[in-house]
């Protein structure tokens, strides 16, 4: 009897670490997402230019997928670039990840990368800073994103996907073609 009482004890030790890993990961992606659409909720200045408002982004596994492979990839290799050692790019990575174009209208995607940043916080104003990784930040074409960090590399990979409409997918079974918009 008492071996089940340590087993369950034991058993009760790890569902704690894992619950508070789950919590640590699920506030993790909460604060990058309001961080992010506090500023989209706004509009903000990338650069010279004025960007408006843009709808809210959500969280999107297979793109924090693909960013955690790439941030992962790049602090064993001790690299800094979108570009994978071994060729890949974004559209390999996400698609890899199981984020594809197929059954979508249209299809866009974009990255930002970062290296030293310590918090959440410090990425995210070095990005907003930063022109093209603004523009990406604010883009109203990506609806979903992904992040991830390893060893103080930080990677967060974009995606704005939409579905044919219902008289497409009608037509698209009578055998129509309709022309794919990638962006």
């Known amino acids: 009897m008492k071996r089940l ?3 369950i004890a034991g058993l009760s030790f790890v569902l704690i670490l894992l619950s508070n890993t789950q919590d640590s990961n699920s506030s993790f992606k909460q604060e990058f997402l309001d961080r992010i659409n506090r500023v989209r909720q706004a509009g903000c200045k990338c650069g010279t230019q004025y960007m408006p ?3 809210p982004l959500v969280w999107n596994e ?11 990839d790049m602090a064993k290799r001790n690299y800094f670039n979108h570009e994978s050692k071994d060729g890949r790019r974004i559209q390999d990575r996400v698609i890899n990840a199981g984020y594809t174009y197929k059954g979508f209208r249209s299809f866009e995607i ?5 290296f030293g940043q310590i918090s959440i916080e410090e990425v995210q104003n070095g990005w907003f800073k930063s022109e093209g990784h603004c523009r990406n930040l604010m ?4 609806k979903e994103v992904g992040v991830s960090t390893s060893k103080k590399y930080w990677v967060q990979d974009f995606g704005g996907r939409e579905e044919f409409s219902k008289e ?3 037509m698209i079974k009578k055998g129509a073609k309709i022309i794919q918009k990638r962006g």
């Not at 974009?110 to 970062?114: L, P, Q, S, V």
């Open 53 to 55: 408002p843009a709808p």
């Open 139 to 142: 883009n109203p074409g990506f």
């Open 168 to 170: 497409q997918q009608l």
């Open 110 to 114: 974009g990255e930002n990368i970062a």
């Open 62 to 72: 297979q793109l924090e997928k693909a960013a955690e492979g790439h941030a992962e």
């Open 5 to 7: 009482g340590l087993s």
